[in-house]
């Protein structure tokens, strides 16, 4: 099963940036972002396909966040661009292996077998 490492979490002011990589210990995997607050339930924030051509968004960061991977280094970035303060939250990014290698969008917890620790992003007003 794969290993998943997130880095890139901090603090910054409202418009600011930041951007998160995801380490996986090995490829071939579907991909994730997700994105908890204090007292929510865990939402998606968008996902990629196994060529990184195929992105899907949420539409509260559609326009301002950009997934991205590199199948060379194994790894899985979130660009996050004119940050606002309810996008403070703990992110974390998941991964499943499709033998079809058809990656569908899911926001279900139980489609994605591997989750990272997470890393925290505060933004402030």
Do not use: H
């Amino acid at each position: 099963q794969v290993r998943l490492a997130e880095s890139g979490g901090g603090s910054v002011q409202t418009g600011g940036s930041l951007r998160l990589s995801c380490a996986a210990s090995g490829g071939g995997y579907c991909l994730a972002w997700f994105r908890q607050a204090p007292g929510t339930e865990r939402e998606l924030v968008g996902t990629i396909n196994l060529s990184g051509m195929g992105t899907f968004y949420a539409d509260s960061v559609k326009g301002r966040f950009t997934i991205s991977r590199d199948n060379a280094k194994n790894t899985l970035d979130l660009q996050m661009n004119n940050l606002k303060p309810e996008d403070t939250a703990m992110y974390y990014c998941a991964a499943v292996f499709v033998p079809s290698g058809f990656c569908t969008v899911s926001a279900a917890d139980r489609t994605w077998d591997t989750w990272g620790q997470g890393t925290q992003v505060t933004v402030s007003s």
